[in-house]
Nanobody, 122 residues
């Protein structure tokens, strides 16, 4: 079965750091764009960061630019989201997804993980 599995969420104080991992099972990341999304209670899901496979281009939401770093290890089909200087507004369920069209937009998000909770206390 092809799936994505996230890990690394938790509770942290404002200003702290967390590293999320997204591992692929049953398929490899080659040719997929991998993105991280988050959803806070009562709010719509938003894109946080995404990396294209073809050229390694990385996109960040303006709210996390300079604080979050996305990296990828194709050898073990794992993507990492390093989150530093966390703020309470970063709280939410973080989910990774794989886009089969290798773009960071559109409808090609073929695989989704179940999400991991990140809670930042003030």
């Amino acid at each position: 079965e092809e799936q994505l599995v996230e890990s690394g969420g938790g509770l942290v104080q404002a200003g702290g750091s967390l590293r999320l991992s997204c591992a692929a099972a049953g398929f490899t990341f080659d040719g997929y764009a991998i993105g991280w999304f988050r959803q806070a209670p009562g709010k719509a899901r938003e894109g946080v960061s995404c990396m294209r496979s073809r050229d390694g281009t990385i996109y960040y939401a303006g709210s996390v630019k300079g604080r979050f770093t996305l990296s990828r290890n194709n050898a073990n089909s794992t993507v990492y989201l390093q989150m530093d200087s966390l703020k309470p507004e970063d709280t939410g369920v973080y989910t990774c997804a794989a886009n089969s069209e290798d773009v960071c937009s559109g409808r090609g998000w073929l695989h989704w993980g179940r999400g991991t909770q990140v809670t930042v206390s003030s």
